[in-house]
């Protein structure tokens, strides 16, 4: 056989007159090529559908986000390049390996395979973000997200450095540290990517921020839900629908206010204040108690009270209470006062502070609001006022 070959080439040299060393050369690399797309494409139409059912029967689910069509289509290019990387030395021995076409070819495949390479890493990587984010996976991880193209930046730099120390036939070593000396314009560079990097670590550590939550950030003018993180921006989309975004490391280094923990707890807390005109306090007389125990404006405790001996404060305090116990839009089972407030200019400062069993913002704030109506209309029965301002109601604007 081999005989034979030798024969073909030497007659295939003396037809076209060419050197016979060159005609042996481009019959074994022709040979290697028909070779490696041989088994390219035996791996792609007999091996991969073969995998694929394998994968398909596992109850095992990462496999399935894990090998892809796009990673197989990946590794069905791969395969065939590194074969011929392999055996196209043999047909090259000795000073033949300095010829052009063997450098020419030799390089641009080891450049082909390393950017695959890295391409399939990349692939890999966003196959497990996509594995983290999907139903069989606890993990749910949004800045995974940010973690991967981090790790992607790093892998796509450093195939950059060695498809560059391939092509001009450097040492990698050699490259980096002639780097060295352009790593502070490099830190510039991805000085946002880095800090973003180092917050989104920080954020997800301290579970401080995800997708989907409401969040304030007060100095900014900025007020509504996450749609998007990543290594460099956070973008929020407000409520009168425009979209802010700002970089992670402003929400480690600022304050900002994150709503999450009331859907959590399934209710909200809900603090208003009433400021009483302190020319209206006053002790009740025996008949005034009679009448507000006739009607049900205060507690069984407080019936038998005799007239002088408690205030109209004391007593409206007390039916607040009662009513904000006895609604059901509240949350008794937590903190439930009506408080007294340092006085002011405006009058005594009454804070009522209860919880809501409302997480929706609308109806939180309809049942507060209706909440705060009755206890002002329910104020002139304890012969109470709520302080307001005459200056301001003369110039036609009310507190």
């Known amino acids: 056989m081999r005989e034979y070959i030798n024969q073909s080439i030497t007659g295939l040299a003396s037809q076209f007159n060419v050197d016979e060393q060159f005609v042996r050369h481009y019959i074994y690399v022709s040979l290697i090529v028909i070779f490696a797309l041989f088994c390219g494409v035996v791996f792609k139409k007999l091996i991969v559908p073969l995998l694929k059912r394998i994968i398909v029967k596992t109850s095992f689910k990462f496999d399935d986000y894990l090998f892809t069509d796009r990673t197989f289509n990946t590794l069905s290019h791969l395969i065939p390049a590194f074969i011929i ?136 003018g900025i007020n509504g839900y996450v749609t998007k ?97 006895n609604n059901i839009a509240v949350d008794s089972n937590r903190w439930l006062m009506v408080r007294q407030l340092e006085s002011t200019a405006y009058g005594m400062a009454l804070e009522m502070y209860f919880y809501v069993n409302e997480t929706d913002f609308v109806k939180y704030e309809e049942i507060v609001a209706e909440i705060y109506e009755y206890c002002i209309a329910i104020a002139p029965s304890f012969d109470i006022k709520i302080y307001q301002s005459i200056t301001n109601i003369k110039q036609g604007n009310i507190q």
């Not at 009740?284 to 007239?307: C, H, M, R, V």
């Open 229 to 325: 993180v990543n290594l460099t921006t956070i973008k929020i989309q407000n409520f009168d629908n425009s979209v802010s975004t700002i970089p992670p490391y402003k929400l480690v280094s600022e304050t900002f206010q994150n709503w999450k923990g009331i859907d959590q707890c399934g209710g909200r807390q809900a603090r208003r204040t009433l400021n009483v005109d302190m020319n209206t306090v006053c002790f009740l007389s025996a008949e005034k108690l009679k009448q507000l125990a006739n009607d049900n404006l205060i507690p069984t405790d407080y019936k038998n009270e005799t007239g002088g001996k408690v205030t109209n404060v004391t007593l409206y305090r007390k039916h607040i209470e009662e009513f904000l116990r």
């Open 85 to 220: 990387v392999v055996l196209l030395p043999i047909c090259y021995i000795g000073k033949e390996t300095s010829s052009l076409f063997y450098i020419v070819v030799y390089r641009a495949l080891n450049i082909f395979i390393i950017g695959m390479v890295a391409h399939l890493i990349g692939e890999v990587l966003s196959n497990i973000v996509r594995f983290s984010k999907s139903d069989y996976s606890d993990a749910n991880n949004h800045y995974l997200d940010a973690i991967v193209q981090f790790i992607k930046i790093v892998i796509y730099f450093f195939a950059g450095i060695i498809i560059l120390s391939v092509a001009i036939n450097r040492n990698p070593t050699t490259l980096l540290a002639g780097l060295g000396a352009m790593a502070t314009i490099v830190l510039l560079v991805f000085q946002d990517t880095i800090l973003g990097l180092v917050a989104g670590v920080q954020l997800n550590m301290n579970k401080m921020l995800q997708v989907g939550d409401w969040i304030e950030i007060k100095s900014k």
